[in-house]
């Protein structure tokens, strides 16, 4: 964990620069008039969970990007200007990022980071999905990594956003930002809005990685 190279720390840096300046001439017709999503209801949590053992290793490399500060919001305020940032992040990282396993790409089951060498699996393009919203200005604390069970059965990441309009799921296996109980995922647990840690979402079984094809 922790591999930082100059070059693809460049990479990401121009990525993340091409979509905070983000103006009329940058944003695609369709993200332009991307319309706020319909009012939906939020996930509830039921209890503490143990994390992804690959986010605690995670989260020793990159202390940024796991701290929780309390004094930000607890939910994103959905405008125009906003939905439209976070659809335009959502379906360029996914367009960026090309999509590989942990196992063919590193040779191990789960490793979570950045994206930094512009490959990576789910939980990198959220990972980076958040890192380039929080640049933005949302506050991260309303952006909370989620391990799911997809519809293969197996290990799934994703990032939930908690807004005004309800949990909204950025998911890097379709740009179409969805309601979490739309996406067809069982939802197992996320991080904390209040500590560095895990809450229960009520699925049943939890992952042991969020390894996926």
Not at 96 to 103: H, L, Q
Not at 199 to 213: E, I
Request: include cysteine.
């Amino acid at each position: 964990m922790g591999r930082v190279f100059s070059s693809t720390r460049t990479g990401i840096r121009a990525l993340g620069l091409g979509l905070l300046a983000l103006g009329a001439a940058g944003i695609g017709r369709a993200e332009a008039q991307a319309a706020l999503p319909a009012p939906t209801i939020a996930a509830v949590p039921v209890g503490a969970a143990k994390p992804i053992a690959a986010w605690v290793v995670f989260c020793q490399s990159y202390a940024a990007e796991c701290a929780l500060d309390r004094a930000e919001p607890a939910r994103i305020v959905l405008t125009p200007a906003i939905w439209t940032r976070i659809v335009a992040v959502n379906r360029r990282v996914n367009a960026s990022v090309t999509a590989i396993t942990d196992m063919d790409h590193l040779g191990v089951p789960d490793r979570w980071d950045l994206a930094e060498d512009g490959a990576g699996d789910c939980e990198d393009f959220q990972l980076l999905k958040r890192s380039l919203l929080a640049q933005a200005g949302l506050p991260r604390r309303a952006m909370r990594m989620t391990v799911v069970i997809d519809e293969k059965g197996e290990g799934h990441a994703v990032l939930t956003l908690i807004t005004d309009h309800g949990d909204l799921v950025l998911d890097n296996k379709t740009s179409q930002i969805l309601p979490w109980h739309r996406t067809g995922y069982t939802f197992i647990k996320r991080e904390s809005q209040d500590a560095v840690a895990w809450v229960s979402l009520g699925g049943v079984t939890s992952p042991a990685t969020t390894a996926n094809r």
